[in-house]
C-alpha cells in the first residue's frame, strides 16, 4: 500500500516536471548529488555473484536443487560442515580479472558489483577477519577481489561490492532465510549467538577491510536485512560513513532507505522514487547453475535496459561465473550484443534522464536536457511499415531529426493534429532497436499519452501492461499489438500484470476481459487504492470470449494504478486479451 502511494506519487512527479532540475536542495540532498553523479550518468553496471556455490552449480548428491543456486545451501539444507568441504575444491583457474572487466566494459557498463561474500558466509576476499575465505581456505589462493580492483583501474570501470550483512549462514549469530518465523537454523550443531557478535566479530571488520584494502570502492550493496537491527544497522554505517562517497542501496535495514531502490528481477511500471537500479538475471539463477537455461534474448536485455532508462533507472545485469572461472558463453554472447548495440547508440543511454512519455506503442523515450537545447531519443522497438514514425502529442520547436548511429542520415517531419510524424523510409536500421533523435530548441511541451478513463470506460491491452515474472520457472510473455495483443503461457501463478492510467471519474464499474481459459481460474485485482477484490474468470472451452468477470471500486482519482494477478491456489493458467473497465 505505502509502496503503491509512493509508486502513485512519482508517477505524478514524473509526468509533471522537468526531472533533471532537482530543487531546493538540503546540504545531506546535495551530497548525495555529488556521490550519485556518476552513478545517474552510468546507467549500466554488471552484478557478479560468484562463490563456492558454483562448484555444485545448482545440484546437491546428484539431485538437482530447485531455486537459484547460491542458495543451495539452505535449499538443500546443507550442514555447515559438509558445505565447507567445497572450499578444499575451489580452484578456479581460468579466472581472469582484466577479461571481465574488459568484457564488461565493452558491453557498455560503467560499474560492476560482485559479492565479497554471500548469504553462505564464504569471503571471496583475503580477510583476516575470517579464515573462511578464498584465499586461506581454498588451493587457489588468489584474491580475486584485488584482481578485480586492479583490473578496474585499468579499465576505469567503478567496483562496487555485494556484501550479505545478515544473512550468514555459516555463523552462530548470522541470520537465515526463516528465522523472523521462529524456524530453527537447518544445521542444529550450529550453535546460535547473538546477531551482534556476528556483527561486531565478522561483518563490521570484512567490511572495513573491504573498505580500506582495495581503492576506492563506488558501491556497497546489501542485502536481504533478515534480523536486521536498528543497532547493528548504526554499527556498518559508522564504518561505511567514513567513506562519503560510498553509494549504498536500500537493503542495510529496512527502514533506511539508503541512496537507491532495487527493484529485482522486474521492471516497476513508472520510476518507483528518485535513483533506483533495477538487478536482473539474464537466465533465471544469480549463481551459476549448471542446468539453467532460460535465457533471456539479446533483443529482450537491450529492450529491457532502454524501457529502465526510459523511465530513469540503472540497470545491474547480472552473470553467474563457474567454478572453472569462466562466465558462461551464453552471456559473453548476450553482452557482446548488447556492446554493439550500445557502441553505436550509447549517447541515448548514458546521461539521459526519464522520457516525457509515458510508454509508446512502437518503443520507448529517454530524453537529455542542456544548454537550452533537448534532445529526445526515439527508441523504436517495432519499425513503422507505414513510413510514418507517430509520435504523441508534442510541441517543440525542431532543429534536426537525425539517425543516432549515423547522424547524417536525416529523416523528414511534420507535425499533424498535434502529434509529430516522422518519415521513416522503407529500411530496416536495427531490428531490435533503431534509435532516432530528435533535437528541439528550449523544451518540448508533452501531453501526456498514458491511457485514460474517460467517458466511464477504460480499454487496457495486454501489450501496455508491464508484465513481471517471477524470475524462475516458466515465463508469461505478451504476443501482439495494441487490441489483438494477448498474454499467453500465464502457467505460474506468480506472474502479474499492472497498468497504469489516469482517471477523473471515481465509481463503480464493470470489469470486462478478452480470455480463452481451459479451466476456471481466479484473479486478485487492486486498482488504485482500494482494497483488492478477487473475481473469477470462467472456463472458456478453450475459446476466446469476452467475459463479465465482475465490479471493482475506484475511489480516487488521478494516475492509477492497476494490479491483476493469480489467486495462487488452483491455478491452471488462461489467455488474458483486453481488460475493459465501463461504469455501472
Ligand atoms: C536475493 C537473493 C540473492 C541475490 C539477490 C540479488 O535477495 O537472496 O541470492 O543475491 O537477490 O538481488
Redesign the pocket.
Known amino acids: 500500500m505505502k509502496r503503491c502511494l509512493v509508486l502513485l506519487f512519482c508517477c505524478s512527479v514524473l509526468f509533471s516536471c522537468d526531472h533533471t532540475k532537482r530543487e531546493s536542495r538540503s546540504p545531506e540532498e546535495t551530497a548525495r548529488d555529488q556521490r550519485m553523479a556518476w552513478w545517474r550518468e552510468a546507467r549500466f553496471g554488471m552484478?557478479i555473484?560468484w562463490g563456492l556455490y558454483a562448484i555444485p552449480a545448482g545440484e546437491w548428491k546428484g539431485e538437482e536443487v530447485p531455486g537459484?543456486s547460491?542458495?543451495v545451501m539452505a535449499r538443500a539444507a546443507i550442514p555447515v560442515s559438509e558445505y565447507e568441504q567445497l572450499a578444499a575444491q575451489f580452484n578456479p583457474k581460468q579466472f581472469n580479472a582484466d577479461a571481465w572487466v574488459k568484457l564488461a566494459r565493452d558491453a557498455g557498463m560503467k560499474y560492476i558489483v560482485i559479492?565479497a561474500k554471500?548469504?553462505d558466509g564464504f569471503a571471496m576476499f583475503d580477510s583476516e577477519a575470517s579464515l573462511y575465505n578464498v584465499t586461506d581456505a581454498t588451493p587457489f589462493g588468489r584474491d580475486p577481489l584485488k584482481e578485480l580492483a586492479e583490473a578496474c583501474r585499468k579499465y576505469q570501470m567503478k567496483l562496487g561490492v555485494?556484501y550479505s550483512q545478515a544473512q550468514d549462514w555459516h555463523e552462530p549469530g548470522g541470520t537465515y532465510f526463516n528465522m523472523e518465523e521462529g524456524k530453527p537454523h537447518w544445521d542444529p550443531a550450529l550453535p546460535r549467538e547473538p546477531l551482534m557478535k556476528y556483527i561486531e566479530e565478522k561483518a563490521v571488520p570484512q567490511v572495513k577491510e573491504i573498505l580500506s584494502k582495495y581503492g576506492d570502492i563506488a558501491v556497497i550493496w546489501w542485502?536481504?536485512p533478515i534480523g536486521m537491527t536498528e543497532e547493528a544497522a548504526k554499527k556498518l554505517k559508522e564504518v561505511t560513513d567514513q567513506y562519503p562517497n560510498l553509494i549504498m542501496n536500500n537493503r542495510l535495514y529496512r527502514p533506511w532507505p539508503g541512496d537507491f531502490s532495487?527493484p529485482?528481477q522486474h521492471i516497476p511500471p513508472a520510476s518507483p522514487g528518485d535513483d533506483w537500479e533495477v538487478?536482473m538475471t539474464m537466465n533465471t539463477s544469480?549463481g551459476f547453475k549448471r542446468n539453467d537455461q532460460n535465457w533471456k534474448s539479446s533483443q529482450t536485455l537491450i529492450r529491457m535496459l532502454v524501457d529502465i532508462a526510459s523511465k530513469g533507472g540503472n540497470l545491474l545485469l547480472n552473470v553467474g561465473p563457474d567454478a572453472t572461472g569462466q562466465i558462461p558463453d551464453s552471456s559473453v554472447f548476450r553482452l557482446q550484443e548488447i556492446g554493439h548495440w550500445m557502441e553505436k547508440n550509447g549517447e541515448s543511454i548514458y546521461g539521459t534522464v526519464a522520457g516525457p512519455f509515458f510508454k509508446l506503442p512502437w518503443g520507448r523515450c529517454t530524453q537529455k536536457i542542456k544548454n537550452q537545447e533537448t534532445i529526445l531519443y526515439l527508441h523504436v522497438f517495432e519499425w513503422p511499415k507505414d513510413q510514418t514514425l507517430r509520435v504523441p502529442g508534442i510541441s517543440a520547436r525542431i532543429k534536426d531529426v537525425y539517425l543516432v548511429s549515423n547522424p547524417k542520415q536525416k529523416f523528414g517531419f511534420l507535425f499533424e493534429d498535434g502529434d509529430l510524424l516522422i518519415r521513416t523510409p522503407n529500411a530496416t536500421f536495427d531490428p531490435v532497436n533503431t534509435v532516432i533523435a530528435v533535437k528541439a530548441r528550449g523544451k518540448v511541451k508533452i501531453a501526456s499519452n498514458m491511457p485514460v478513463l474517460q467517458a466511464g470506460k477504460v480499454l487496457l491491452t495486454a501489450d501496455f501492461a508491464d508484465l513481471h515474472n517471477p524470475g524462475y520457472g516458466i515465463q508469461a510473455a505478451v504476443t501482439g499489438k495494441g487490441t489483438a495483443a494477448y498474454l499467453t503461457r500465464w502457467d505460474d501463478s506468480r506472474a502479474r500484470l499492472e497498468w497504469l492510467f489516469n482517471t477523473s471519474e471515481k465509481g463503480i464499474f464493470q470489469c470486462f476481459a478478452q480470455v480463452k481459459s481451459a479451466g476456471e481460474n481466479r484473479i486478485r485485482i487492486k486498482a488504485g487504492t482500494h482494497k483488492p477484490v478477487e473475481l473469477v474468470v470462467p472456463a472458456t472451452d478453450g475459446e476466446w470470449s469476452r467475459q463479465l468477470l465482475g465490479e471493482i471500486k475506484l475511489d480516487t482519482t488521478g494516475v492509477t494504478l492497476f494490479d491483476l494477478r493469480p489467486v495462487q491456489e488452483n491455478w491452471t493458467g488462461f489467455e488474458l486479451g483486453t481488460v475493459e473497465l465501463v461504469k455501472k
Open positions: 552484478f555473484h537459484i547460491e542458495w559479492t554471500h548469504h555485494y542485502d536481504t532495487t529485482e538487478c544469480w
